[in-house]
């Protein structure tokens, strides 16, 4: 059965430090695969989705960047983090052709 | 583009007593619709989806939902609430193509189950 996790589950950071939140996937190939943010009170906001190895599309211009090195990963960065930077980041990933999403666990980052 | 829209941000209910989450939804054409779960501090479960065929559609933990065309809506309910079911409850619309898949998320109804 497919699996997705997210690392590292809490994360306090000082503002202008560099970020990384990984998202692994196992179980499935091509998956797509897709960050959103989640902040207090509101909805889920995509920030990122990525149907391949290298291929990342932006959805809101931000202080982030996504990368994915590997078919099963996908990384968020920063390098240098905001206070508005702070929420709840959930990964999540979709099978090539189907529409269902199926999402991580979530991180929690806290910008101080 | 896409839109939905859940308008009653936090709802509390006794338990036993029976549920309804309304969720209205934007899109051009017949859209995925999808009712997701979270607890605090955790991801998001899916608890049923609708893509075609019959209207009114069953998920897991005694929930469904009814797609109405007509009213561009799709309500969750559930007959007799659990304390359990307090959580937070996302509607969300998918396009029926290919390309991004991404979801459109509502902004969520808290829901607060008193005994």
């Known amino acids: 059965s497919q699996t997705i996790h997210q690392w590292p589950a809490t994360l306090v950071q000082p503002v202008g430090s560099p970020l990384s939140l990984e998202c692994t996937v196992e179980g499935t190939s091509n998956p797509n695969l897709y960050w959103y943010r989640q902040a207090a009170g509101r909805g889920l906001q995509l920030l990122f989705y990525?149907?391949?190895?290298?291929?990342i599309s932006s959805e809101v211009p931000q202080n982030l960047s996504a990368s994915r090195p590997q078919d099963r990963q996908f990384i968020l960065s920063s390098k240098k983090l905001l206070l508005s930077d702070s929420g709840f980041y959930l990964c999540a990933w979709t099978e090539e052709q189907g529409p269902i999403q199926f999402f991580g666990p979530g991180t929690r980052l806290t910008v101080l | 583009a896409q839109s939905v829209t859940q308008p009653d941000i936090h709802i509390t209910v006794s338990e036993g007593a029976s549920l309804e989450l309304r969720c209205n939804y934007s899109?051009?054409?017949?859209?995925?619709l999808f009712w997701y779960v979270q607890s605090p501090g955790q991801g998001l479960q899916l608890l049923l989806k609708?893509?075609?065929?019959?209207?009114l559609v069953q998920g897991i933990k005694g929930f469904e939902a009814e797609f109405k065309r007509s009213q561009s809506s799709f309500n969750l309910r559930k007959p007799s609430v659990h304390w359990s079911d307090a959580a937070e409850y996302f509607c969300a619309v998918g396009a029926q193509k290919t390309g991004r898949r991404a979801l459109t998320f509502g902004s969520g109804t808290r829901l607060q189950v008193q005994p």
């Open positions: 899109y051009g054409a017949t859209p995925y």
């Open positions: 990525s149907v391949g190895i290298g291929q």
């Open positions: 609708y893509f075609s065929g019959d209207t």
